[in-house]
């Protein structure tokens, strides 16, 4: 885990009940795989990743989150960046690609691509 005190801070990995009780509740649209990965070792953290902050949820809010920024349906969100736009997934494409969409509006047309992949976004957290 990175010593600088900006760097981004993994969480304890997610409890497996959580695990499971997340997989369920996401059964018919199924998160990526690299990202459930990424919870197994790191139960969401925050940071700076690169130039971007982020704020990744854990995976006991990440339904709960959903609920309460009802965003575009096809959008999974998975944390923020502390400055106004929430981090998602966009449920419709194949793979992890990680968009930066304005928690104001919370319109899919203004959604920004971060990175191709959540592995690629994640992977100086887990260095």
Do not use: H
Request: net charge negative; with cysteine; aromatic share 12%.
């Amino acid at each position: 885990m990175p010593s600088d005190p900006q760097q981004f801070k993994c969480n304890v990995p997610a409890p497996d009940q959580a695990l499971s009780d997340l997989v369920t509740a996401t059964e018919q649209t199924p998160l990526p795989p690299d990202y459930l990965a990424f919870l197994r070792r790191a139960n969401g953290g925050e940071g700076f990743l690169g130039e971007t902050y982020a704020s990744l949820w854990r995976a006991e809010d990440f339904v709960q989150s959903n609920l309460d920024y009802l965003t575009d349906p096809t959008l999974f969100i998975i944390g923020s960046n502390g400055g106004g736009e929430e981090l998602a997934f966009d449920q419709s494409l194949t793979g992890s690609q990680v968009f930066s969409v304005p928690f104001i509006g919370l319109e899919y047309d203004e959604a920004l691509k971060v990175s191709g992949g959540f592995d690629s976004f994640i992977q100086i957290a887990l260095d």
